[in-house]
């Protein structure tokens, strides 16, 4: 190998296990692993080790790749169960929603900055995306409702393909032909419209053809999986459709689909993602210059501001219209629309076609995203308390590579026993599971014990659940029940369904 090629792995790996380690320090720290990322670019970039990137262009393909892994693995893991209640609210809000910020943060910044109406809508249409893989990092580690964490996952999963649209609209706005708004209108429907059916065609053939294969090593499976989603992806950029929505479409029919090897495949999946968060936060934090971030201060905080406090909360609000939604969970869902890397990817469509501005526009973006980012991660969870819309006794998903579990089709999952649950005092036959379902480990005091049916359980237990798939929504159910109401929850008309206010 020749000295830059070594020279280059050595930089690459070093960086790579600074970021895994980080992980771990972020989480202690309660500060966002993607800000980590983003400061290690930084800071072996020009105004670090003196690494000088600025290929606008290569990092706007590399992103796009990295956001195809990323939204496939939020797909991958989405359950259908808790997806299908809320999916209209999500398509409403990734839609609908997305229209309303980018108008009121155009009007704002257009008043405030005196921008010109494109360039002011730009800011609007590449901030009105809520990033996947923030909102997958940070979510996953709160315990709330499955309806608002759902809604959250799949509006991130989704309103990236209407805003790629949107954002590429915008930037040639002036430089092709322009079409009246009605020829864009139509022509947006229509690619959203069959990115959803090639996302549809590509995880039903992967679906038939993954149960059907005999493949030789279990760790193909996976392989063939993330080929679907990004077949998926190339064959709805080919016919001009929304690749990305047809990445999350093929990505949450394979990942419900029952395949072969399924733990290993979303394990697969979720390394990759990481992966992919690494290098894509870590090659943006290379791209950005700082000594131009200081102009970019003010900008950053007043189209910030009108993003927060303006057009989330009343995008938000108008989407939630024809849906069941309670006051406290619309604020929670504002607050909880978080900006990452793909803002930052969108900054680079403007930039990379030389619209006027642009440059401006991807260092506010940058700023935008390091604030704010602060601001409401680190806030999600005393605001969720604080609204009343936590769910501790909400079980979790462990992630495991076992055979026994892969061949009885089942799911580990974890449960803690919280203050003020009524599942305290509770035996462990009064629980009442489906057959099927079984507690097979306690957690207490640090001791782990088997139960058996007349093992009572305390505050502060920590339960291992073993479901098998047919199953698991029941045991949920049941267990969310038991939560609220006891162990006569059925007689007090308890069923546990989740509550929408």
């Known amino acids: 190998m020749t000295p830059g090629l070594n020279l280059a792995l050595l930089v690459g790996a070093a960086v790579l296990l ?34 000088r990137f600025d290929d606008v262009e290569l990092t706007r393909v590399l992103g796009f790749c990295a956001l195809i892994v990323i939204i496939a693995e939020g797909g991958l893991s989405a359950r259908w169960s808790t997806l299908r209640p809320v999916l209209g609210l999500a398509a409403v809000l990734s839609t609908v929603g997305v229209v309303v910020s980018i108008v009121v943060v155009g009007v704002v910044v257009h008043l405030l900055l005196g921008l010109d109406w ?28 499955p309806r608002l964490v759902a809604t959250l996952e799949a509006e991130s999963g989704m309103n990236d393909a209407p805003v790629v649209l949107l954002v590429l609209l915008l930037s040639r706005a002036g430089v092709a032909a322009a079409h009246p708004w009605w020829y864009e209108a139509l022509l947006l429907g229509y690619e959203l419209g069959a990115g959803a059916a ?27 999986v993330v080929g679907f989603t990004v077949l998926a992806y190339a064959a709805g950029s080919v016919l001009h459709a929304s690749g990305f929505l047809a990445v999350y479409v093929a990505g949450v029919l394979l990942g419900n689909s029952n395949l072969p090897h399924r733990q290993a495949i979303l394990g697969f999946a ?84 030389r619209v006027p501005g642009a440059d401006r526009l991807f260092d506010a973006v940058f700023v935008l995203v390091v604030i704010f980012t602060l601001l409401q991660a680190g806030t999600l969870a005393p605001a969720a308390r604080r609204l009343g819309v936590t769910a501790p006794a909400e079980a979790s998903e462990i992630l495991l590579e076992t055979a026994p579990l892969e061949r009885m089709r089942a799911d580990l999952l974890q449960l803690e026993v919280p203050p003020g649950s009524r599942l305290g005092g509770v035996h462990v036959d009064e629980l009442r599971l489906p057959v099927g379902a079984a507690v097979t480990l306690v957690l207490r005091d640090g001791v782990g014990f088997v ?51």
């Open 451 to 501: 139960p058996g049916p007349d093992t009572r359980l305390k505050v502060g237990d920590s339960l291992l659940i073993v479901a098998t798939a047919g199953v698991r929504d029941a045991a949920e159910r049941r267990l969310r029940a038991v939560s609220r109401r006891g162990r006569l929850a059925r007689w007090f008309g308890e069923y546990g369904e989740d509550r929408t206010g």
């Open 18 to 51: 600074v970021a895994v380690g980080a992980v771990r320090f972020s989480t202690r720290l309660g500060v966002p692993s993607l800000l980590v990322y983003l400061a290690l670019g930084v800071l072996i970039g020009e105004a670090g080790l003196g690494i």
């Open 118 to 145: 494109r360039l002011a809508l730009l800011y609007g249409a590449v901030l009105s995306s809520t990033d996947a893989a923030a909102v997958f990092a940070t979510l996953r580690r709160l315990r709330l409702p």
């Open 198 to 224: 090639v996302g549809v065609g590509a995880g039903l053939a992967g679906r038939y053809a993954l149960r059907r294969a005999a493949l030789p090593s279990a760790g193909l499976y996976p392989i063939a």
């Open 270 to 353: 979720d390394g990759l993602a990481w992966l992919a968060q690494i290098g894509l936060f870590v090659l943006l934090g290379l791209l950005v210059s700082p000594t131009r971030l200081d102009a970019a201060v003010l900008p950053a905080v007043i189209t910030g501001l009108a993003l927060l406090l303006f057009a989330r909360p009343l995008s938000v609000a108008v989407s939630a219209l024809p849906f069941r939604v309670s006051r406290r969970e619309q604020i929670f869902l504002s607050w909880a629309g978080l900006r990452g890397a793909v803002p930052i990817v969108l900054a680079t469509i403007p930039l990379s076609l």
